[in-house]
């Protein structure tokens, strides 16, 4: 008897950032076509996203954004919506939810779904027709176009969703479903460099063994890629050709982390400018945290130097936070610790957040707890649903910078 086969989905908001800076904006960026998200004329920032028509001109995501505009000088640029981002990402998050409870957050805008143990529940529909009604639902709640790969494990899902999204030159309908069996032969259309986690440096090694697609792969024993590429990668390589992939969705609706990094266009040693950067991170993540509804008991930093050195530095603490003012407060502390170690150019730094718990009232909290006892207090928590509301109103920046200018004469 074989096991009953999973059912795994892959739910992935289409062109994400795009298409939330239309939402927000009908009348600027709605209009336009052409449309840049991430940095702004001015300064230099990079593409977050671009839309369709940009990249008929040769741009791309992560590219500069001053090279972009060179291209497309025509587009509209636009700042990347961080916060109207984070709430579609909840809201989107709670439709999911309503078709099954294991649901995990995979980046901003994409989502696992375990769909084990619903079958009774959908009358025994294909489970195609349950991802037309969950797409259906997500458009019509939270205005926006999600595409939806399903197969018995998450990487056959996620490579079906990729041939599920619908692009100016296919006719794709947003739904692709691969079949209990078929997982082989579905996998067999693909290169090496389109399987999730095969990077740049990987893919120039398997170059260099005479391999590009999957096919190229399956030609060649187990025993020969663990020859190439040693015991793990080769049995890995090995599984992913065939479409195996014994994973699981890390749902409960529980979020294990939440982080937020950058890479810097140029190396940075100056200890203050690594601080203002520190300080925007903590407020994108912790405004993301406040969006999930979600509380924080552990704060880690991460520094990459110059040299590619990763090097890491955390604390939990005795009661879970919310407010940037804490987590800033403690982040800005192991910044320091990880800098009086060694002290070097840095090319990123990041700080994540764990021990995810969900937030209590506070109100409720406060009467219990004595704010001289507590790290944080009811102000901070008062300050921060502040800060978040003049965000939604006026966008992202416009706290952040003006905290910022206190301590920054440069602008
Ligand atoms: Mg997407």
């Known amino acids: 008897m074989s096991a009953t086969a999973r059912r795994i989905l892959l739910a992935d908001a289409d062109a994400f950032y795009v298409a939330v800076a239309r939402l927000i904006d009908p009348e600027g960026a709605g209009k336009a076509t052409l449309l840049i998200v991430g940095g702004s004329r001015e300064s230099r920032g990079v593409v977050c996203s671009a839309s369709y028509e940009t990249r008929k001109f040769g741009v791309r995501s992560a590219m500069p954004t001053a090279q972009a505009l060179k291209l497309c000088p025509q587009a509209m640029c636009v700042p990347v919506p961080r916060g109207a981002c984070s709430r579609k990402n909840a809201e989107i998050r709670r439709v999911l939810q309503r078709f099954t409870p294991v649901v995990e957050g995979a980046s901003i805008d994409e989502w696992y779904l375990d769909m084990g143990g619903t079958e009774q529940l959908y009358g025994h529909e294909p489970l195609e027709r349950t991802a037309h009604r969950m797409r259906d639902a997500v458009r019509a709640e939270a205005g926006l176009s999600i595409s939806i790969g399903g197969g018995t494990n998450k990487l056959v899902a996620k490579m079906a969703g990729e041939v599920a999204k619908p692009k100016p030159d296919n006719n794709a309908t947003g739904v692709h479903i691969v079949a209990p069996g078929d997982e082989a032969t579905f996998l067999k259309r693909f290169l090496l460099s389109e399987i999730p986690m095969v990077g740049p440096k990987f893919v120039t090694r398997l170059e260099r063994a005479g391999l590009r697609t999957v096919t190229d792969v399956l030609e060649h024993p187990l025993s020969e890629l663990i020859h190439w590429f040693g015991d793990r990668e080769g049995q890995w390589l090995y599984d992913r ?128 707890v004595d704010a001289t006892e507590s790290l944080e207090t009811e102000r901070d928590r008062a300050v921060a649903r502040t800060v978040d509301s003049v965000r939604r109103k006026f966008g992202q920046d416009a706290i952040g910078s003006a905290q910022l200018s206190k301590h920054d004469d440069e602008s």
């Open 241 to 368: 050709v065939r479409g195996i992939d014994s994973g699981a969705v890390e749902g409960h609706g529980e979020q294990k982390s939440m982080s937020r990094e950058e890479t810097f266009s140029a190396d940075i040693s100056d200890d203050a400018a690594l601080e203002r950067e520190l300080f925007a991170l903590v407020a994108r993540v912790a405004s993301d945290l406040r969006a999930e509804l979600l509380s924080a008991r552990t704060i880690r930093v991460k520094i990459k130097d110059a040299d590619f050195t990763i090097r890491q530095a955390g604390r939990t603490l005795p009661e879970a936070v919310v407010s940037d003012r804490v987590i800033y407060g403690v982040a800005r502390e192991l910044l320091h610790s990880l800098r009086a170690r060694r002290r070097t150019a840095a090319r990123l730094i990041g700080v994540a957040l764990s021990g995810l718990a969900t937030n209590p009232e506070p109100p409720q909290l406060a009467l219990f």
